[in-house]
């Protein structure tokens, strides 16, 4: 099996390298045609449509910017890959970037003119960064070459969304993810037996009476006990997770926003920089007050993800930031390996003093291909295998489930489906799912065999029933809960020119720079919001806040 690896280590700075993008070279011609009048169908089906399994017709090895996560490092012996090439017909070129340096390498990769063919793990925001710059492809050239993703535009009634996508080219370059139904995933997870103890039995509807029930944990003086709450992802997603209630988009205190994107919020009326509004101020000042009373970690902001998994495992913590998978794997499954288990739950998202709010669409992080790759001999080939992995019904169940056990075999396969349920082999585990099985012996689908991987599967995006195939118990009663939430008015169009795109590119980065500095120092206490606000505000002016959201407001009403 052939398999060629390059390890990224950060290099350069975010601001040199979007600074480059405008002057890369492109590879595709206005009417999606391709530069060098060579052919770009090696390997491509000649009847390929919806419901086609893909096999290129011959051999063809595809570049891959390979997001490296410390959870499932990569193995080039994993069944996916094996897989690809024997079923598919695909083997692949690996750009190997550690998960940590992802989003700065992303954008210094391509903007030093080295994208390779496929770029995953993409978020539509991040468009501005790259569309016109000349090193992505504008894939919307493209899409009659993609049958499945069509389709599901179609049935699922996402054309408008789609369309707002376009730059002020008429163009997108970023293919999102799809679900067919909204999803939400991450909450705060809490340690149920401390929770009683202290007389807290249901969940609080409000951020308000979440932070009375931390006081309540508190005041409780349960043993062990160090704080309420101590946070993980830096506090990244429960900023993201608590934005939509004070109307806002969550801050961010790292280069891994979490969905802060742009920065560029819209209101119902108008665009605005999300990180002056006062829904920004409130939600800053309510978490520092958290901090200041005791009540949650001041590391939250800084330490890593193990410190933090450790602080709730072992009872020093009543509540994390969490998802359905990360409740069992990190959380309850390191729990009960240690003796130590106990009940936990993925509580409702509290509302907001703006209101119950939920932000989401049915797009998810996506993928992007670079420019270059439309002059490949393989093009073709290429977007139908991205067509029929991302989009088709078989492709999106072979990169979440594995490969089908058929005719009694049980090896080079990972589940069975018996009259549409499927079922992991008694040695496979994924998810909290099958533990019962093999034991200590079981091995895990994304661990062993690169299945359930962001590289090759759209963050779960798919149809609703594939979606709730792998949802724990705790998924299903979250999404449950989390249904009666009333969503964020749905951001209109803005396509931005090519001067636009670029100049909002840079001051994004400024920007983003600003807002974790400045978040971070009131989170600590070293300053105040109340206090410090008019300064904070004006610091984003004079980095360029009103120009990037004149720049939105203007492609809007265009």
């Not at 993980?232 to 801050?251: C, D, E, N, V």
């Not at 520092?288 to 998994?309: F, H, K, N, R, Y």
């Not at 594995?402 to 009694?408: A, D, I, K, N, S």
């Amino acid at each position: 099996m052939h398999t060629s690896r390059r390890f990224v280590a950060l290099g350069a700075t975010m601001a040199l390298a979007l600074g480059t993008l405008a002057g890369c070279g492109g590879g595709s011609t206005d009417d999606g045609g391709t530069t060098d009048g060579g052919g770009t169908d090696q390997g491509a089906m000649a009847d390929f449509a919806v419901g086609t399994s893909f096999k290129a017709t011959e051999p063809i090895e595809v570049s891959l910017m390979y997001r490296d996560h410390t959870a499932y490092p990569f193995k080039d012996d994993w069944l996916i890959v094996k897989s690809f090439q024997e079923n598919q017909n695909v083997t692949f070129d690996y750009t190997n970037v550690p998960i940590a340096d992802w989003d700065s390498q992303k954008a210094i990769i391509i903007g030093g003119g080295d994208a390779p063919d496929l770029i995953p793990v993409t978020y539509t925001t991040e468009q501005s960064k790259y569309a016109g710059g000349g090193a992505i492809l504008p894939i919307s050239d493209y899409l009659d070459e993609m049958p499945n993703f069509q389709d599901k535009i179609s049935k699922w009634d996402l054309t408008e969304d789609l369309e707002a996508l376009r730059q002020a080219d008429g163009k997108f370059y970023v293919l999102p993810g799809l679900h067919e139904k909204v999803r939400v995933q991450y909450s705060v997870a809490i340690r149920k037996d401390y929770w009683d103890q202290a007389g807290v039995t249901e969940d609080p509807k409000t951020w308000d009476e979440f932070k009375a029930a931390l006081q309540k944990i508190k005041d409780a003086n349960i043993p062990g006990l160090t704080y309420p709450m101590s946070d993980r992802w830096k506090m990244g997603s429960l900023l993201s997770q608590a934005g939509p209630g004070f109307y806002t988009i969550g801050g961010t205190t790292s280069t891994n926003t979490w969905g802060y994107g742009a920065g560029v919020f819209w209101n119902g009326e108008e665009f605005e920089y999300a990180g002056a509004n006062d829904g920004q101020k409130q939600m800053l000042a309510y978490f520092a007050d958290l901090i200041a009373s005791g009540l949650m970690d001041p590391e939250s902001i800084t330490q890593d993800d193990t410190a933090a998994t450790a602080k709730f495992t072992t009872g020093q913590s009543a509540a994390i930031s969490s998802n359905d998978q990360v409740t069992q794997t990190d959380l309850r499954t390191t729990m009960e390996a240690e003796g130590t288990p106990a009940e936990i739950k993925l509580i409702r998202v509290p509302g907001g003093p703006a209101g119950d709010y939920l932000a989401g669409n049915r797009f998810e992080s996506g993928l992007m291909v670079s420019a270059a790759a439309a002059d490949k001999p393989y093009f073709t080939a290429l977007l139908q295998f991205i067509d029929w992995l991302y989009y088709s019904d078989e492709g999106l169940e072979f990169s979440k489930w594995g490969v089908l056990c058929e005719g009694g075999a049980e090896t080079d396969c990972t589940y069975t489906d018996t009259d549409g349920t499927r079922a992991f082999l008694p040695s496979i585990t994924y998810n909290g799912i099958n533990q019962e099985g093999d034991g200590s012996s079981q091995k895990k689908l994304n661990v062993d065999f690169g299945f359930s991987n962001g590289e090759w599967m759209l963050a779960n995006g798919s149809t609703a029933e594939l979606e709730a195939s792998m949802a724990t118990e705790d998924g299903k009663q979250f999404s449950e809960a989390m249904a009666d939430k009333e969503l964020l008015p749905v951001a209109p169009g803005a396509p931005l020119t090519e001067d636009q795109s670029a100049d909002a590119a840079t001051l994004q980065v400024q920007l983003q720079a600003i807002m974790i500095e400045d978040t971070v120092a009131y989170l600590q206490g070293a300053e105040s919001v109340e206090e410090d606000w008019d300064a904070h505000v004006e610091r984003l002016k004079s980095a360029g806040m009103d120009t990037l959201v004149q720049y939105w407001n203007d492609a809007r009403a265009q």
